[in-house]
């Protein structure tokens, strides 16, 4: 079931994911296996013949997450730094270069700056809220502009429609990472981009209880050419970590509109609080990137972060006092977790043009009670 007339929430239930044909399961098996008996030398039963190659599960997986990124291919790995491994190296050759978020997630930084460039490839940071510091940033040899929305951790909105006519005028492909907004909130595909990257662990998964990533794409040349490299580099995701996912899809749409509403409680408790500096938020009218945000988004998302005016002890003494949020790396979860970016998840961009400020704290505000969420982050504060 692919037929993108269908709700989101149907599409997150049902697409990929029929009733199985010999027993009429209504979810889909795990099919915990290596290998697949073939019928006669060459003939493939149902194109199975090796795990690495396809897997029912994953196929159910990829096939779900295609459609509800409104696209036509969708490719499932074992994390979403593989995804992205995938992708690179699938498009890039030695000299290519890369415009990529002056404000990236720390991962991504690493993987093009300590891995990808000793191959050749070359890259610029670029600070994407503004369309004209990207077209300053896009050469000759650009091949990719590589966009998350919001950022990671400072949740800087950059407008999808006007990086991708920038991208292609260059001849370049727009690669939108949407893990923070989840495909409930936005689409990039239908806004021009050309290929979406997910850390399926976070808010795809939803349970803090599997690793993975995917990337989804409509052209049927670039998903061949995807899917020869999927193949070849082999980082794909396990029968049991596929059904994790595909089990926590199916709940999105009802996790995301809670992972919301409790945000926006969170934000007015920080915005109001005299501890806390600046509150990182796109919900906020205030925010740079709030109109663009209303525009190509749902709603504004479950990630908050914010400054604290006592600088970065300050930032450290709430991260370890809160008692009901978790503190730890990773988001997406049912659970609210804290972090403190610049000593956590963004350790690998300490020093260079990346670096995150230390009075930052980044939220993923989970779908607790509010009220013990505000309750919590109150003491902490205090």
Known sequence: MSDTRHGFETLAIHAGQEPD???????????????????????????????????PTRAALQECLAALEGGAYGLA???????????????????DHVVIPDDA????????????????VDYTTAHLT???????????????????????????????????????EAG????????????????PLGLGADVVVHSTTKYLGGHSDVVGGALVVDDADLAELLAFHQNAMGAVPGPFDSWLVLRGVKTLGVRMDRHCANAERVVELLSAHPAVGRVLYPGLPDHPGHEVAAKQMRAFGGMVSFTMRGGEQAALRVCEGTRVITLGESLGGVESLIEHPARMTHMSV??????VPGDLVRLSVGIESVEDLLADLSQALD
């Open 77 to 95: 790995f074992a994390s979403g730094l593989a995804a992205e491994d995938c992708l690179l190296r699938a498009v890039l050759t030695p000299g």
């Open 130 to 168: 503004d369309l004209a510091t990207v077209t300053a940033a896009i050469g000759p040899a650009t091949r990719v502009v590589w966009a998350e929305t919001p950022t990671n951790p400072l949740l800087g909105i950059a407008d999808i429609n006007g990086l991708a006519h920038l991208a292609h």
């Open 350 to 355: 300490s020093g260079s043009e990346l670096e």
């Open 105 to 120: 997630y720390g991962g991504s930084f690493r993987l093009l700056a300590k891995v990808l460039a000793r191959w050749g």
């Open 172 to 187: 370049a492909l727009l690669v939108v990472d949407n893990t923070f907004a989840s495909p409930y909130l936005q689409q």
């Open 21 to 55: 044909a010999g027993t009429g399961s209504v979810v889909v098996p795990i099919y915990q296996t290596s290998t697949y008996k073939q019928d006669g030398v060459g003939g493939l039963r149902g194109g199975y013949e090796y795990g690495r190659s396809a897997n």
